[in-house]
């Protein structure tokens, strides 16, 4: 056996983490190398001022002192998704859907029946209604219209509202909670 071999596992054979046959073969090999025996050696004086050292300061059981350190510590809290974000993704949501059906009016009259006869019959009968409300259209639109405006004013009064009560709210709450 050579020594090129053997200094690699002498780490492993101080520790017993070879398989038995290469921890034979390996002191076989330290009862006839000088130079092995000497390494070997050196690596247990080594090992036994690691074991024995340790820096200032640092605590004997380190493992035991992080993990209980890291125990006691609060996981960082997620932030809540901010309600002006929320309110304007469900305003888009909500008249991009509307407006996906709106322009899929007609697919959508031929996805529901059953042969072209009755989406024809379906579509002429969709013709009819519209032409029967044309002389409510701007009545129609000036109620949409409201609509939109009240939506856009409730909105800005939420968030006027949101971004004033909430300080205070904070503010209440939290003496509340320590007295």
Do not use: N
Request: hydrophobic share 55%; proline share 6%; charged share 20%.
């Amino acid at each position: 056996m050579r020594c090129s071999w053997c200094e690699p596992l002498l780490d492993d054979y101080l520790e017993g983490a070879l398989r038995p046959r290469e921890g034979r073969l390996v002191a076989a090999h330290l009862r006839g190398c000088a130079g092995c025996a000497r390494l070997l050696d050196e690596l247990r004086v080594v090992d036994a001022l690691l074991t024995t050292a340790r820096a200032p300061g640092v605590p004997r059981d380190i493992t035991a002192a992080v993990v209980s350190a890291t125990a006691t510590t609060r996981p960082k809290a997620r932030r809540p998704l901010p309600l002006t974000v929320a309110l304007l993704l469900y305003l888009l949501s909500a008249w991009a859907v509307a407006a996906v059906a709106f322009m899929r009016l007609p697919d959508l009259a031929q996805i529901g029946s059953v042969s072209i006869v009755f989406a024809q019959r379906d579509l002429a009968a969709l013709g009819a209604a519209s032409r029967a409300l044309a002389p409510a259209t701007p009545l129609a639109a000036a109620a949409v219209t409201g609509v939109l405006l009240i939506d856009v004013v409730l909105l800005a009064a939420t968030f006027y509202a949101y971004r004033r009560l909430r300080p205070l709210l904070a503010f209440y709450l939290g003496r509340g909670s320590r007295t």
